[in-house]
């Protein structure tokens, strides 16, 4: 399979959505630092602000921690209902649109809309190299699909989040199902839909609750398409 440790295989891709992937064919700019998880720094005495020393500079040790956000691994029970009842509607839907294409039907949802925007996005930013990973994989049976939470672990080893790693395992998963159903796995798109879901509450969940839901993404991405 690779390493994929650090989502090197996925491009490396610390850099925000927009720094790597296009949203709807435009560039964010500096602003997509912030829609992406690259969060800026807090305004001064706001939350989240450095402490500042006794000589009045910030904490070098404060302002390094910052810059390093970490996944919070928890039980999904603990998360609001309705947030586990969104990932496994987003994972599912985009999954099945990429298999399925017009197919499929309209999104149920807005933020399942712009799910599949951006998924398409990070696909058509980098066509090549996600199609090979995709086959690198090799999944041919239904009992092999657990291999795509061996590949999203990997991709989240080094500890960072934020949505532009989020939305390209959404795209590399989606892209899984339609090369299985139209190779090897007919009806798959759900199988591999429920266990990005089940990673995604699980591993990432805390971090997207916390960083204002998935209406937050919607939000974010509206309001940088403006």
């Not at 990932?87 to 999104?107: H, T």
């Not at 807005?110 to 990070?122: G, W």
């Not at 930013?125 to 041919?140: A, E, N, S």
């Not at 139209?182 to 609750?209: E, T």
Request: net charge neutral.
């Amino acid at each position: 399979m690779g390493d994929m440790s650090g989502g090197q295989a996925f491009g490396g891709d610390r850099r925000p959505l927009g720094a790597g992937a296009g949203l709807r064919g435009g560039q964010m700019g500096a602003r997509g630092a912030y829609a992406m998880g690259e969060s800026p720094a807090a305004p001064p005495g706001g939350h989240g602000s450095p402490a500042a020393s006794p000589g009045g500079h910030a904490s070098t040790e404060k302002v390094t921690n910052m810059d390093k956000p970490k996944q919070i691994i928890v039980d999904g029970d603990f998360l609001p209902p309705m947030f586990r009842t969104q990932a496994y509607e987003i994972a599912r839907d985009v999954c099945r649109y990429m298999s399925r294409g017009e197919d499929q039907g309209p999104p149920p949802t807005q933020v399942c809309s712009i799910m599949r925007s951006l998924v398409d996005d990070t696909i058509k930013d980098k066509p090549v190299k996600m199609r090979q990973l995709v086959r690198t994989l090799d999944v041919r049976t239904r009992e092999q699909l657990k291999l795509v939470r061996s590949v999203a672990d990997e991709m989240f080893g080094d500890e960072q989040v934020n949505w532009g790693r989020i939305v390209t395992l959404h795209a590399y998963c989606a892209l899984l199902a339609k090369h299985c159903e139209q190779h090897y796995i007919p009806d798959c798109a759900d199988d591999i839909g429920n266990i990005l879901a089940d990673f995604v509450i699980n591993r990432l969940g805390l971090w997207i609750v916390t960083h204002g839901g998935w209406v937050s993404l919607a939000y974010l991405v509206m309001l940088l398409s403006v």
